[in-house]
């Protein structure tokens, strides 16, 4: 559930700070206990917005700030 809150929070930010952004949650099935943002480009690449994968323990450093992936995403743009 932890992860389901957080990635609505970031969800909205990124919605929020471009217009008609499509966001997918879990297009695939993701890893366990990993938490990670990835902007898909119209070409098909993949940039990696935002990784939890090897922070923590606290588990609260697997889950970013929303303006922290935000800013990611102007600077991928």
Do not use: C
Not at 6 to 21: D, F, K, P, T
Not at 36 to 58: H, N, R
């Amino acid at each position: 559930r932890v992860y389901g809150r957080n990635a609505a929070v970031v969800s909205e930010a990124l919605r929020g700070a471009v217009a008609h952004l499509p966001v997918d949650i879990n297009p695939r099935p993701p890893r366990r206990n990993s938490f990670e943002v990835s902007l898909v480009k119209e070409d098909g690449s993949t940039v990696e917005l935002w990784s939890g994968i090897g922070k923590g323990p606290p588990r609260k450093l697997k889950f970013p700030q929303p303006e922290t992936v935000v800013e990611a995403l102007k600077s991928s743009l």
